[in-house]
């Protein structure tokens, strides 16, 4: 248990009771923030709200996501170890950390692997950790692609839920795209990437006719479920409306 904001539920709305419970929050290993030439490594045990604090902007993707994430308090405790390891498809966490190509730090008794995020998530709430595995912080690599945005589809707002969640990361060159990750929650069983569309929109120029091609696939790569937050069908709209919002957002660096 880190932040037990995940867990504390369970063990009050769904009466789970743990044998044993592991409390990670005073290890300083999972405490950390270090900024490298190649890659930010975050320990998996840093609350978001001084996450939010140490990286004062660095990484424009996170700082959109931070006041998107439930409340002030919730973020207060809350940390991307849990986020990770709680491997909910609706998670917020896991669509930003996957546009970022962030992989997961994981360790035990045996030593230390790194995962990228990509296959980390396995199942429905299933994860790549081993047992007596845990996750020490996360990766993201460097440089950070110059256009990013992370989009919430909730029925509130703020505080709450994602009904659909997506993160853009974009690098162009002369208005061609030459790098972009697409990360996304509430459309699988597990947090995914857009493979197809990402291939689609690879070495295309970054302009309407191409993007609205792009809405298409994106539209046609997911089966999303039916559940009260949204059904199948609006999900699947979003999908290609939230891609469409992300080019109309960024499509001025391309002329
Ligand atoms: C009111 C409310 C609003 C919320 N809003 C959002 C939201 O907007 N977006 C969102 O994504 N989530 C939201 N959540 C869910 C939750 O806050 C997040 O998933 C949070 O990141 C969990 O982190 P935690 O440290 O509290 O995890 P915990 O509850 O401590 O743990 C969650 C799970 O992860 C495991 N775990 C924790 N740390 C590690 C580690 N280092 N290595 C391996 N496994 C680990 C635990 O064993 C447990 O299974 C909300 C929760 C509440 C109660």
Redesign the pocket.
């Known amino acids: ?10 063990v009050n709305q769904r009466f789970a009771r743990a044998e044993v419970l592991l409390d ?2 005073a290890l300083p290993e ?1 405490q950390t923030l270090q900024w490298g030439p190649d890659y930010v490594e975050i320990g ?2 840093v ?2 709200s001084e996450l939010e604090r140490w990286l004062a902007g660095r990484i424009p993707l996170l700082s959109e996501w931070f006041p ?4 002030r ?3 207060n ?12 498809p ?5 669509p930003v950390l996957l546009a970022l190509e962030a992989e997961a730090v ?1 360790v035990s008794a045996a030593g230390e692997r790194v995962v990228p995020l990509e296959r980390f998530f396995t199942g429905y709430r299933q ?1 790549a ?1 081993s047992p007596g ?4 912080a996360v990766r993201i690599p460097l440089p950070l692609a110059p256009q990013a945005r992370f989009y ?1 589809v ?1 029925k509130r707002r703020l ?4 009904t659909v ?1 997506a993160a853009f990361a974009l690098r162009l060159e002369a208005g061609v795209v030459q790098h972009i990750r697409i990360g996304l ?1 509430g459309v699988a069983a597990t947090p995914v990437r857009a493979y197809q569309t990402e291939a689609f929109l690879q070495g295309k120029p970054w302009d309407e006719r191409t993007v609205r091609a792009a809405a298409e696939v994106i539209r046609g790569e997911f089966r999303p479920i039916d559940d009260h937050r949204g059904s199948a069908a609006y999900r699947t709209a979003m999908l290609g409306n939230l891609l469409q919002k992300f080019h109309a957002e960024t499509a001025e660096v391309a002329v």
Not at 1 to 10: F, H, K, Q, S, W
Not at 133 to 136: A, N, Q, S
Not at 159 to 162: A, M, R
Request: glycine share 16%.
């Open positions: 248990m880190a932040g037990g904001t995940d867990l504390v539920v369970e990670l929050s999972l998996a045990g609350s978001l998107l994430f439930a409340s308090l919730i973020r405790r809350a940390t991307l170890g849990g986020n990770l390891g709680t491997a909910s609706i998670g917020d966490g896991p994981l994860t950790l595995e845990v996750i020490r919430k909730s505080d709450d839920i994602s969640a929650g």
